[in-house]
């Protein structure tokens, strides 16, 4: 996945392997979870990704809090094809019964960004005189 948005309503299956391509911002997002992930569903961030996945929720209205966890903890979850099970390298949110997950961006990329800022706002104040 790269850019845009894959919407589901179920996934019923959970064998897959999917890749979360860099320079991406592109969103999964999956209604509802109707099967157990066991050791079947891998998913890749690769460096450079701002994409997310989310699960709305479980089979039968049950929330989906605690799955990214799961699948982290047990090697499910890649960074660049290599598994990460520190918890602290991705952005885990809920909203009701959903959990998303998401690639923390490097250090380098957070600096380039607060770098970028303070360039646009000494222009704004250089043509403001």
Known sequence: MRDGILHATSMTTGKSAINMMAGGTGDIVIDSLDTTLNAALYLNFETGNEGSFTFGQKTGGVSAGGTWQWLINNGQILIDGVVNTNLASYSITGAGLSSTIALIPEPATLGLIGLV???????RRFVAL
């Open 117 to 123: 800022g303070i360039g646009m706002l000494a222009i």
